[in-house]
Every structure is written in structure tokens, then in C-alpha cells.
T-cell receptor, first 112, second 109 residues
């Protein structure tokens, strides 16, 4: 049973550029979550999917952020026109129904 | 807004000492998870507690869920350098997790 994988692990980009991250959940996990974690803080919920449907979005998710899970398997998180405040660790987690969430290793984004 | 506060924020101890980390909220959670996170990695699930008053043991780690399901504690006996990391509690809130502020533990040999 492979775990949650995320790519890339690290991304450095210049302010104003667009970036896209990918998350591959544990197979057969129908729920997929995105969280953001800044230095010294706990992760904060951004959005989640049940299969291909996006069920909830946090108010933290500005219009520059968009997430998709087109076939109910992997998911992408895109940030347009990145700002320095977007620098953070972006974490993906998956779960089967209401069981525990399992996290991937994260994508560390640095906006210069 | 539901908040989970953890204390202490930082803890530096010698190998062999015991410690307790607290996770408190004014809200009731249907379940509460504890995670440990290493630098540059995602959180790794340690335990889930569901029932008020529940106590779970994982080797040298003891987890307790408060009777009212608003608070929890993690007790480590005879800490080892391998226990070093960021400990996070997280409450289940309508299908998503609300994380605590974290406790950074450093265990020196």
C-alpha cells in the first residue's frame, strides 16, 4: 500500500509566476484534502474533494488558488500570480470515507 | 472559529525524562488525532481517540481524550532522542481537521 505522494517536493518561483502542484492519494481513498502550513504553525485546511467533487473551500483559498481532481484520482493545486505570502508547505492528505487522514510529504513553495 | 491550543509550545529535555503535552479547545470534537512531524516532511499519524475519557497507549506514549471531548493530552515516558519532532493535535470538524498550534520537542542524549 503506497502512501500519498506529492510533486514536486520543492518549488522556487518568482513573484507573479504561476505554479502547479500534484498530489497522488492512496488508491481507493475517495477523499482528498489540501492544507497549507507556514513556519512554526500547524496546517490549515484549504479545500477537499470527495471523488471528483470539490465539497468545501476555506476562505483562505483566494481567487488565485484553484484545485481540481478531474477523474477522482490525483489532484492538482494551482496558484496564479504568486505572492511572497504564498510561501509555505502545501500538504495533501487522503482518507477512505471517515477514517483517518494520511498525509503526503508536502511541497515546499518559496516565492522570491 | 474553532481553535486548538497546545502547550507548551517548546520543550527541551534530557533523554530519560517524562513529559506531557496538552491540547485544549472550547469546542467539542467527534474525534481527535495526534501527529508527529519531522522537518520538511508531512505529519505522521500516531493515534486517533474518539470516546470521552478514552486512554490509548502506544509503547512509551499515552494519549488521553477528555471526558467532554474538548481536550487531550500526550504523555511520553522515558523520552528518547528519536522522539524529537513537532507534535500536533487535530480535531475532526465536519470532515476536515483543525490543527493545534504544535509543540516542538527536542530530546538531548
Amino acid at each position: 500500500d503506497t502512501g500519498v505522494s506529492q510533486n514536486p517536493r520543492h518549488k522556487i518561483t518568482k513573484r507573479g509566476q504561476n505554479v502547479t502542484f500534484r498530489c497522488d492519494p492512496i488508491s481507493e481513498h475517495n477523499r482528498l484534502y489540501w492544507y497549507r502550513q507556514t513556519l512554526g504553525q500547524g496546517p490549515e485546511f484549504l479545500t477537499y474533494f470527495q471523488n471528483e467533487a470539490q465539497l468545501e473551500k476555506s476562505r483562505l483559498l483566494s481567487d488565485r488558488f484553484s484545485a481540481e481532481r478531474p477523474k477522482g484520482s490525483f489532484s492538482t493545486l494551482e496558484i496564479q500570480r504568486t505572492e511572497q505570502g504564498d510561501s509555505a508547505m502545501y500538504l495533501c492528505a487522503s482518507r477512505k470515507l471517515s477514517y483517518e487522514q494520511y498525509f503526503g510529504p508536502g511541497t515546499r513553495l518559496t516565492v522570491t | 472559529t474553532q481553535l486548538l491550543e497546545q502547550s507548551p509550545q517548546f520543550l527541551s529535555i534530557q533523554e530519560g525524562e517524562n513529559l506531557t503535552v496538552y491540547c485544549n479547545s472550547s469546542s467539542v470534537f467527534s474525534s481527535l488525532q495526534w501527529y508527529r512531524q519531522e522537518p520538511g516532511e508531512g505529519p505522521v499519524l500516531l493515534v486517533t481517540v474518539v470516546t470521552g475519557g478514552e486512554v490509548k497507549k502506544l509503547k512509551r506514549l499515552t494519549f488521553q481524550f477528555g471526558d467532554a471531548r474538548k481536550d487531550s493530552s500526550l504523555h511520553i515516558t522515558a523520552a528518547q532522542p528519536g522522539d524529537t519532532g513537532l507534535y500536533l493535535c487535530a480535531g475532526e470538524d465536519t470532515d476536515k481537521l483543525i490543527f493545534g498550534t504544535g509543540t516542538r520537542l527536542q530530546v538531548f542524549p
